[in-house]
């Protein structure tokens, strides 16, 4: 699990958090989050359903 908190939101001050999941394989890691906190629900698999709040991101690790 992790909580992004974008902008330097604070949930004290009224901004939520973005719930989400992370995964590492390898030279892959991949986020998934739902903006805007979702309700307090965190994805719970590795997908971004058309339509809705939650977003993918992979990053590949370049070789020096």
Avoid: H, W, Y
């Avoid at 902008?7 to 004290?12: E, F, M, S, V, W």
């Avoid at 986020?31 to 971004?48: A, D, I, N, V, W």
């Avoid at 359903?49 to 977003?55: D, F, K, L, Q, T």
């Amino acid at each position: 699990a992790i909580d992004l908190m974008p902008g330097r939101g604070d949930p004290k001050n009224g901004r939520e958090k973005d719930l989400g999941i992370i995964q590492i394989e390898g030279d892959t890691l991949t986020l998934c989050f739902r903006k805007g906190g979702g309700g307090g629900m965190r994805p719970s698999e590795f997908t971004s359903p058309p339509g809705s709040e939650i977003s993918v991101l992979q990053f590949q690790r370049v070789p020096k």
